[in-house]
């Protein structure tokens, strides 16, 4: 099967296309029919060299898989040849990656896809969706009427932060750059909508919550914002941030308000071999929603295949891409 892989890492390294052997899949383990992947700021990340996660040679990438299932693995149990799967399975260290047409994969990280999504659309949820799980559902455990901000509403994570926090019935206000991103954000479920570049922090806290500020903050921008973040923090609040690489933030803001700061590594049962079950289950419960009609994937506008993967992943960092970048398979 054809896969492209890196010889080497480093920002903006090309890619190459190769045939890769057809390995059989291991105990526990599943071969997949790669039909689509999508690129995540953590693939660039590893592509760059950040983080010493990378696969082992040959270094083929990508996080997010949605295929069928081709063989079955000894003790494989849970999936059978034929089904429909998608989930975050691999791209890092000791993990076979998407950017292939086919890829072995631990069954436990996967889930069937979503009956009422394209490989496409399925493709795009896996990373993010996992990613704004734990931080909502695992870390701040959001309660019903519970007032949510969710930083980047048409973002990566964001987009689906914000879906993710309605169908736990709260009330989900989230910031965006322009009046079309905040359109974007509605049709999603936010209640409210903040253009960040025109409001302060203060400001929006004053206006929508009465100068109370948020029971949660999703911040899934990082840096600066952390501190922007824990400003919006009510009493007793809890922010839950997936980007705090490198991150100095005062945390005085914390300690007068009582308020908790939970930090967010989706990759870490990969990395560790710990918890690979809870992603597949999660995985599941994102395919209720979906074919429920409460989680919807926002693509991107851009269409890749496998041997435009530069092309792919610098719509990603350009900054450009509205949702996720997707990329066709087979």
Known sequence: MKAMRLNRLGEGEPFELFDKPDADPGPGQVAIRVHATSINPVDAGIRSGAGKIAPEDPIVLGCDVAGVVMATGPGATRFSVGDEVYGCAGGVKGHDGA??????????????????????????LPLVSITAWEALVDRAQVQ??????VHGGTGGVGHVGVQIAKSMGA?????????????????LGADKTILYREQSVAEYVGELTNG????????TVGGPNIALSIEALAINGRCATIVS?????DLTGLHMKNASLLVVFMLIPMLTGQ???RHGTI?????????????????DDSR??????????????????VGKVVVDIG
């Open 245 to 249: 690489v490198g991150a100095q933030p």
């Open 144 to 149: 019903p009427g519970e007032t949510v901000l």
């Open 171 to 187: 009330i989900v206000h989230t910031t965006v750059p322009t009046p079309e991103r905040a359109e974007i954000a509605k049709s």
């Open 212 to 219: 109370c500020g948020y029971d949660v903050v999703f911040d």
């Open 275 to 277: 918890g690979l079950e």
């Open 304 to 321: 890749c295949t496998l041997t435009e993967l530069e092309a792919a992943h610098e719509q990603l960092t350009s900054g450009r891409a």
């Open 99 to 124: 950017y292939s047409q086919r890829m072995i994969a631990d069954e436990r990280l996967l889930g069937r896809k979503p009956a009422s999504l394209s490989f496409r659309e399925a493709a795009a």
């Open 283 to 299: 995985m599941e419960r994102v395919s209720a929603l979906a074919d429920h009609g409460r989680i919807k994937p926002l693509l």
